[in-house]
């Protein structure tokens, strides 16, 4: 898109130019400190360098495209998701039903995308837990630091070496598979990545010049770690979110297999594809349409990320 | 330089074998066994698929590792089915779940149907070569009811028939030369029951009623290698590769060897249904059915039945699968209201949409392939107590209501066990219940063990149920619901039901049992409804046409021992 | 480097108790009786049976004993399948795991760094995007329905493989296939990134304006250095490896550990699930502190005692 643009920009002012369109610069000796071009924060930077890179704005655009259907898709057709249809079970994809019926003749595209809210709220609150408690936990390690910094840090590395998946699968089996509960588990562990990077980035970031100007101007910790140090590892962040997301889409859809998958009249894509597998000869549109719609995820959230880890790191564009 | 570059090399496989071996040097000794167990397998499964044909081999799945081949311990099905074809009984069952001789050659009751005499056959032996006798039996009986054994049967209450059974396992008395099992002579058993027990003959056949082998005495893991395991049924199991499979072959001890065809039994132990039908159309397989449910995804059945037609069977199964009312909670106290919803369901649609496996709408409890007085008890009893129809339904809906003094149904939850079937079912069901009742019905599964908890506590208000016989008698359906009852979990107490099935279990003319029985029955569905039957179960099966005498009797037990390849 | 070493044990140890507290809490919060069944259970049988598992006793005491057979290796007695110790099945299984596994974490290794390396050489050409495909690929297809069509398409349509078992050395190329497709995926790009970072680097720059040849320049330098992240990765590859062996031997029907953990949960076979849980989190602790100290050795970082922040 944006490198079509260009080009019949170029084009065009190439055929544009004649001399009338050449004026006599006049230069104000005042101005002559002051920077033409508006700055480009770090972040236009970013998404300059990211809206370059074409697997990533694909990546971007599908995942775009699936959370707006995850929103709208089960309204798009006239069936609900849930209304059983005994006449009309395991119909193959038609005008009707786009992506064909169940088991119990539900309408599969409402359910497909119905599945996608479920799975992507899994994967999204389970990230953005992760983010809350890994920022706030390795803010605090990083920036107060010290003997206190250094036990936190220490309890981190116990959790960390409790395998997750192991917890994960004991914890729903404790406490029935909800939605709730498969989120958490994911939760359990998942923070401590994120607040290791956090700790990282500020313990680095800390003693930084600006960082000691601000100090010395008076800001308060609270101010300097939320105003200065955060805004910074952002990059990093974020990059770890894009990671987390798919982690938990997949984590519960291996839970699903295990038979702990979310428990509700709306199946995730897990839960669905764990139903299709079994009649995978007969119905292959039944694991079909959710297996493609958890790939495109994976592959969407994958190449994103990784523009998005090359956008931050400048030093690989060279 | 060069060195270095080794050494990372080095250090990067040395890391990935260390980092396997060091975790498991407690197991590598042992390594090897799973291999030599299963090598002999080896050649069963690189056969190609007309070689087969020829050997007298017979290959099932099992689903699961059977959780016990000591018959003491057992009580699943999984186990049972290895069991009745390593184990032999005083009696048997035929393929219509009839009672056939099995180690006792005749028996005497006597006349108030309380003392059975067996005389066991001389030729019968253990697959040791040790004669089984009647001290074998005595001693199996006995150690199930031990209240001292290191390891609990479960199911020991199915020896309470035995005087004083109850009463030894419960400490009562201590002496166990008080239970009623005795044996006079080495081929003489003389049991002496509490009440007269027309099926006991059936219970004999049952598993917890084998005999054991002296050696169990000193060895309580007996039953879980192969090279211990001393049975005195038709097949021995050779190999138990845990986990993955079991192979049984001839006992060549066994009384009546000459009938025994085949010379290799594999049970593996498979649970994706895929890779269950993918072994079955590869030739891995011989057969899938019971005892494993859900062999075959019960959607494929319709789609069988065309492009299998000669493999593929449907056996209606003794069992029946049904909702339970708390009868105790309002507004489900009140029997025009558990009418008004039995009547509103369409069982029709949800066998032929749903379960597709041959069940059969039920308006009774008790299943065909019941069998009472020598013969089924569905045919000598109508079993069609009610008729569904939503017009009626409607008008008791309303008249029930009125009676409880609401004015409609409260929102309720219909509580079912974890699993796709019951889901399905539930689904439909509350559907049905919508549209014809315009009743508003959430849905809640709950994990197995919680459930039965909630069931027993009546902390629910409808609530899925299943009753798989303990033995062939109606009677394993009708005393379920009396008051006091273990297995009473809807908070049913009838007056008349009870005496009903009080009277019927002291009776010893067998038909007027028959009929205070039928006479239970019509109180507990027609009259007050306290469940609502929803189908008779029955289940598919696919054999390979060249397999013969292999077959699920009505109560579920798969029988080839006595199978041949043709 | 010693107390880097020692170190990490205590952490080993540490999180060790931690799991097993977490285990035991875990299953004496699960509700409903674990020997409650459809058919009533007389009281009487049932007190029996609690007494035999030690779970008429207090809290603590239960607790205390736990740990203390934990600690002679002894794991308790399964609650579903009769008379039968929890290492017991670790014993009679975990043997056809660890083949499968080993098989994998070498496939997944080879391959994986194959496919990084020749991407990275040929950044930005034909190769790389291929390589990438596959890759990325590898993360984005469930293993569950990876295995299974693996299954229908080489076991049953082509019949080139058996559908089930790992009895014959062919038995292990579906398995493994399916088992190592998520690794393999992560390896390669990790090399590939690594590589493009190594090969970027002005050392590198360096030592070609020196004139040394590019094969020399490979060996000397890129491959030590583009590699060695690899070996962090071992721990992780080993957790996805068993988290893998869960779906996969259920499949391909391997009466491996992973199939026995599955059903154990199927069963709620809670002193088998403890068991299991508890030799896993084993192996894998193991497995981190052994990538621990071979990172160590490898590092020369670490044996300055300085360690890389928020190293993982």
Redesign the interface.
């Known amino acids: 898109m944006t490198l079509h643009n260009q080009n019949t920009a170029a084009a065009e002012l190439e055929l544009a130019l004649t001399t009338e369109h050449f004026q006599k610069a006049v230069v104000d000796h005042h101005d002559a400190e002051a920077i033409e071009r508006a700055s480009t924060s770090a972040w236009k930077d970013v998404w300059y360098r990211l809206s370059r890179n074409w697997t990533a704005m694909t990546g971007l655009c599908i995942l775009t495209a699936l959370i707006v259907m995850a929103i709208i898709g089960p309204w798009l057709t006239p069936y609900d998701f849930s209304k059983n249809d005994l006449m009309s079970t395991s119909l193959a994809p038609s005008e009707k039903h786009w992506f064909g019926t169940d088991d119990l003749g539900r309408d599969m595209f409402a359910r497909t995308w119905m599945g996608a809210r479920i799975s992507l709220i899994v994967g999204f609150a389970a990230a953005f837990i992760n983010l809350i408690i890994g920022v706030i936990y390795g803010g605090i390690m990083g920036y107060v630091g010290g003997r206190i910094g250094d036990i936190m840090n220490k309890i981190s590395e116990i959790i960390y070496s409790i395998p997750d998946l192991l917890v994960a699968i004991l914890l729903v089996v404790v406490f029935e598979p909800s939605l709730l509960t498969i989120i958490l588990a994911f939760c359990l562990t998942g923070w401590i990545n994120m607040s290791w990077i956090v700790r990282g980035q500020i313990i680095q970031l800390k003693n930084q010049e600006y960082v000691l100007a601000s100090r010395s101007l008076g800001a308060s910790g609270m101010r300097i770690l939320f105003r200065h140090l955060l805004p910074n590892t952002l990059g990093p962040i974020i990059v770890m979110l894009t990671m987390a997301v798919p982690a938990a889409i997949f984590g519960e859809a291996v839970l699903s297999f295990l038979g702990l998958g979310v428990q509700l009249p709306a199946a995730s894509w897990g839960t669905m594809i764990n139903d299709g597998t079994k009649v995978m000869l007969l119905y292959p549109w039944r694991m079909l349409f959710p297996a493609i719609m958890i790939s495109l995820t994976m592959l969407a959230f994958n190449m994103f990320g990784d523009g998005l880890r090359d956008a931050l790191d400048p030093k690989l564009k060279k | ?2 060195r ?2 080794m050494f ?1 090399l080095l ?2 496989m ?7 071996s ?3 040097s ?3 000794p ?6 030599e167990t ?2 002999p ?2 050649e069963t ?2 056969d190609p698929p007309t070689e087969t044909a020829a050997k007298q081999e017979f290959r099932f799945n099992i689903g ?2 059977p ?2 081949l ?1 018959p003491g ?3 699943d099905v999984t186990s049972s089915t290895i069991l009745s074809a390593t184990f032999e009984g005083l009696t048997s069952t035929d393929q219509n779940s009839k009672v056939i001789p099995g180690v006792a050659e005749k028996w005497d009751i006597s006349p108030d149907g309380k003392k059975y005499t067996f005389t066991l056959r001389q030729n019968a032996k253990w697959s040791n070569g040790d004669p089984v006798t009647a001290h074998d039996f005595e001693y199996a009986w006995k150690r199930v009811l031990d ?1 001292n054994l ?3 049967s ?1 199911y ?2 199915q020896l309470y028939y035995i005087k004083n059974g ?1 009463a030894y ?2 400490k009562k008395i201590t002496d166990p030369n008080q239970i009623g099992v005795k044996a006079t002579g080495d081929y003489t058993l003389e049991v002496e029951l509490e009440n007269p027990t027309p099926y006991f003959l059936d219970l004999t056949a049952f598993a917890t009623y084998f005999p054991i082998h002296k050696s169990a005495k000193d060895n ?2 007996w ?2 290698e192969a090279n211990t395991l001393i049975s005195n049924g038709p097949l021995k199991v050779s190999s138990w ?5 079991l192979e049984l072959v001839p006992n060549e001890h066994y009384h009546k060897r000459d009938e025994i065809k085949l010379t290799k039994v594999t049970a ?8 269950i039908l ?2 079955y ?2 030739n ?1 397989l011989d057969y899938i059915g019971p005892p494993t449910n859900g062999g075959i ?1 019960s ?2 059945i319709p ?1 069988l039945q065309q492009t299998k037609k000669d493999e593929i069977a449907i056996k209606p199964l003794a069992a029946s699968y049904y909702y339970l009312f708390n009868n105790k909670q309002k507004p489900f106290d009140n029997k025009k209201v558990r009418k008004a919803l039995a009547l509103a369901i369409n069982r029709q ?1 949800i066998t032929e ?2 379960t597709l496996s041959g069940q059969q709408p039920a308006f009774g409890i008790v299943p065909p392939g019941i069998n009472i007085v020598n013969d089924e008890y569905r045919n000598q009893v109508d079993g069609n107590y009610f008729k569904e129809d939503i017009a009626e339904a409607q008008k008791l809906l309303a008249e029930g209501l009125k009676e409880s003094g609401l004015d409609k149904v409260p929102a309720f939850t219909l509580i079912y066990n ?1 699993n ?1 079937l019951h889901k ?1 079912v539930a ?2 069901v509350a ?1 049905m219940w919508k549209q014809n009742l315009n009743i508003d019905v959430k ?1 809640q ?9 909630q069931r ?1 506590a009546l902390d629910y208000s409808v609530a899925r149920a ?2 798989n016989p ?1 033995y062939n008698d109606p009677m394993t359906f009708l005393d379920l619901y009396t008051t006091g ?3 009473n979990d809807i908070g049913f107490s009838n007056k008349k039901y009870d005496d009903l099935v009080k009277a019927a279990k002291k009776e010893v003319d067998l038909v007027k049992r028959r009929d205070l029985l039928a006479s239970a029955e019509k109180i507990l569905i027609e009259e007050e409804m306290a469940i609502l039957p929803i189908y008779y179960n029955a289940t598919a099966q696919l054999l390979k046409p060249n397999i013969k005498n292999v077959y699920v009797d009505p109560l579920a037990n798969f029988h080839f021992a006595r199978g041949y390849v043709e | 480097m010693l107390r880097y070493m020692l170190n990490k044990f205590v952490f080993f140890f540490l999180a060790m108790f931690v799991l097993s507290s977490i285990t035991f809490i875990l299953m004496k919060a699960i509700p409903g009786d674990p020997f409650i069944s459809e058919k009533a259970v007389p009281p009487d049988v049932k007190a029996r049976l609690l007494a035999q598992y030690g779970l008429d006793k207090p809290l603590f005491i239960q607790y205390t004993t736990y740990l203390t057979n934990l600690l002679s290796g002894d794991l308790g007695i399964s609650m579903k399948l009769a008379n039968r110790a929890v290492v017991d099945f670790i014993r009679d299984s975990f043997p056809l795991s660890l083949r499968l596994g080993i098989a994998a974490i070498f496939t997944s290794v080879i391959i994986g760094v194959t496919l990084g390396m020749t991407a990275a050489f040929r950044h930005r050409k034909l190769m790389d995007s291929t390589a990438m495909i596959i890759a990325v690929l590898g993360v984005s297809v469930p293993s569950f329905v990876m295995a299974a069509v693996l299954q229908w398409l080489f076991a049953v349509r082509i019949p080139m493989f058996n559908v089930v078992g790992l009895v014959q050395a062919k038995d292990y190329v579906l398995p493994t296939l399916a088992l190592s497709a998520m690794p393999i995926a992560y390896i390669a790009r990790l090399t590939r990134s690594n590589m493009l970072e190594v090969l970027h680097s002005d050392y590198i720059k360096t030592a070609r304006a020196k004139g040394l040849n590019s094969w020399t320049i490979m060996r000397r330098h890129v491959l030590r250095n583009g590699i060695l992240p690899v070996v962090t990765f071992l721990g992780p590859l080993t957790a996805n490896v068993i988290t893998g062996s869960f779906i996969i031997e259920q499949i391909f029907g391997i009466g491996g550990l992973g199939k026995i953990y599955v059903q154990s949960i199927g069963n709620r076979d809670y002193s088998l699930i403890m068991g299991i849980t508890i030799f896993y989190g084993l192996i894998l602790m193991t497995a981190r502190l052994l990538t621990d100290i071979a990172y160590g050795f490898i590092d020369p970082r670490i044996k300055l005692g300085k360690r890389k922040e928020g190293s993982a």
Request: glycine share 2%; charged share 20%; hydrophobic share 30%.
């Open positions: 330089m060069k270095r570059t990372v250090v990067l040395l890391s990935v074998s260390t980092l396997l060091a975790c498991t407690s197991t590598t042992e390594a090897n066994k799973p291999t299963q090598k397998n080896n499964k690189t699961t590792e959780p016990s000591d311990l057992a009580q209240p290191p390891q609990t479960p020991n209450y109850e396992f419960t309580p893991a039953a879980n590769a845990h986990s993955s499979q593996v132990m498979i649970e994706d249904t895929n890779a993918n072994m159309e590869t891995a995804p959607e494929q789609i649609l949409k749903i974890t796709d399905k689904q439909a559907d849905l599964n709950i994990e197995w063990t919680v459930f039965l908890d027993s299943g009753w303990d009852s273990g297995n």
